[in-house]
């Protein structure tokens, strides 16, 4: 089995910024797609960013302009998540996720982080 253990969280005031990362804990043989999401008390966890294999980004809607999600270039089990511009309401846990396969043989499977706490307060 696979971990993906992500860091980077914590306090920030207003029109700050983060750099949230995620890596896998073991290799993996082919991932389709790489994502971060975000949840808060008493809401649906929401897509905030994704990245194909291909290096196709998308974007919720309101992240636009201000978050750049990115691969390691060298290595290909790591993502990042660059938060610029920082609001109060980009106040959540953020998770990531992979779409992958562990194995050839294996089907498509999704991975999720632990989650990291972003708060942007003053």
């Known amino acids: 089995q696979v971990q993906l253990v992500e860091s980077g969280g914590g306090l920030v005031q207003p029109g700050g910024s983060l750099r949230l990362s995620c890596a896998a804990s073991a290799s993996i043989f082919s991932i389709d797609n790489m994502g971060w999401y975000r949840q808060t008390p008493g809401k649906q966890r929401e897509l905030v960013a994704s990245?194909?294999?291909?290096?196709?980004?998308?974007y919720a809607d309101s992240v636009k302009g201000r978050f750049a999600i990115s691969r390691d270039n060298a290595k290909s089990t790591v993502m990042y998540l660059q938060m610029n511009s920082l609001k109060p309401e980009d106040t959540a846990v953020y998770y990531c996720n992979f779409r992958a396969r562990l194995r050839s043989s294996w089907p498509a499977d999704d991975y999720w982080g632990q989650g990291t706490q972003v708060t942007v307060s003053s």
């Open positions: 990245i194909t294999s291909a290096g196709g980004t998308n």
